[in-house]
């Protein structure tokens, strides 16, 4: 876990995943911590760089600041657009679960141009009423946390799944105790004042919305009219789940989200991908820097030619989901060496920001020895020296 100082108060995230993969954030929902996300992070991360936070009070995110005033919208959404900073993406994936999909809302609505897409689930452009938060905020400040988690915990999940697991529920009763009160109070009256009628509406960004028929705090009929918000974005019910499906079923989530991320990248192979696709997905892999480099000396003779890697390779190749990077890194490392071209160098660097470790690059040099020749390898080796690699790591 690590910390960033935003506006005097220190956040706690987790950064998980290669550099060079796209970034998803992820936001959790009202008395939970980033810890709902755990469960799915090993099915992301093969192709995906994860943010998880922890909102004001929550976890090990510092409280609100008592003379800090309201909680808004808008400044849980710069937290999220910081830590995005953070993490050096221009552009990310928002998943957000009730109070995380108010921030994704906020982004929606203000931030547009930083979303590659938008995941909203358990969440609604209007939640309850402004005077049910009002009263729940006045009984934390009056009860505590802890008095009434009993109230809160079991809406969160199934009676089917509460009954097969009774702990889950002793379990989040704990971690809600220990949620800073006043924040908690503060983000329950920000759900009463928010409202994002008429704010979604033609944004840009592939949105999906994603519910359960078991939902108390925000049944299908909140999702349906968050729907009609979104200009019609595709709504999913999951029968038989509550309110936190990344706890209830981790796998349902997941699947989920590698369906629908890998859409967003285009339906390769069926109509082709676009250049901003593969420009994107270029910048994500080579870094921006060299991407622009690239740009600005390209002139009238090979800008055309740019362009046609850009859409071929990074497009078509590169945002394919069949593959991941990580892999996409071995084979391209290995046929460049093999072949003596120039841009093995490049690849080399890029398969540190893919996360591939010595063991893996020396493997793929090795095979390139059997399968492409000894010289081949020899001077990849000795490139590969060069840059860094062979510092003793295994």
Not at 72 to 85: I, N, R, S, V
Not at 364 to 372: D, E, F, P, R
Not at 375 to 393: I, R, S, T, Y
Request: hydrophobic letters at 45%; one cysteine or more.
């Amino acid at each position: 876990m690590a910390f960033l100082d935003i506006d005097g108060r220190s956040v706690a995230y987790r950064l998980l995943g290669a550099e060079a993969n796209p970034l998803v954030l992820l936001a959790h929902p009202l008395g939970m911590t980033q810890a709902v996300w755990d469960d799915i992070l090993p099915a992301l991360l093969p192709r995906y760089r994860v943010l998880t936070w922890d909102l004001p009070g929550h976890g090990a995110s510092q409280a609100w600041p008592a003379d800090g005033g309201e909680i808004t919208p808008a400044a849980l959404a710069a937290e999220a657009l910081a830590l995005a900073d953070r993490a050096g993406a221009g552009r990310f994936h928002f998943v957000g679960t009730s109070i995380g999909g108010v921030v994704g809302q906020q982004l929606l609505a203000e931030h547009a141009e930083r979303l590659l897409s938008a995941t909203l689930t358990n969440t609604g452009a209007v939640i309850g009423t402004s005077e049910l938060w009002t009263t729940r905020a006045g009984r934390v400040r009056s009860e505590g946390l802890a008095e009434i988690s009993g109230e809160i915990v079991p809406r969160w999940f199934s009676a089917t799944r509460l009954a097969a697991e009774p702990a889950l529920e002793t379990g989040w009763r704990t971690q809600m105790a220990r949620t800073d009160g006043e924040s908690y109070a503060r983000l329950c009256e920000m759900l009463g004042r928010s409202d994002f009628r008429g704010q979604l509406r033609g944004s840009g960004v592939t949105i999906r919305l994603l519910g359960g028929s078991e939902d108390l705090a925000t049944p299908p009929e909140t999702l349906q009219a968050l729907a009609a918000e979104c200009d019609g974005a595709p709504l999913e019910i999951l029968e038989n789940f509550a309110h936190v499906p990344s706890v209830e079923s981790p796998e349902a989530m997941a699947k989920r989200l590698l369906l629908w991320l890998a859409q967003d990248l285009g339906d390769v192979g069926a109509k082709g991908v676009d250049y901003a696709t593969g420009l994107e997905t270029r910048k994500q892999v080579l870094g921006e820097a060299h991407v622009a480099r690239s740009t600005e000396n390209a002139t009238s003779l090979d800008a055309p030619f740019q362009q046609m890697i850009t859409r071929l390779a990074w497009g078509e190749l590169w945002s394919n989901g069949d593959l991941t990077r990580r892999e996409r890194s071995m084979i391209t490392t290995g046929i460049l060496a093999a072949l003596g071209r120039e841009e093995l160098e490049l690849h080399l660097k890029t398969a540190r920001r893919i996360g591939l470790t010595e063991a893996e690059l020396r493997q793929v040099l090795m095979h390139v020895a059997i399968y492409g020749g000894v010289p081949a390898a020899n001077h990849a080796f000795a490139l590969a020296k060069q840059l860094g690699w062979g510092d003793g790591e295994a």
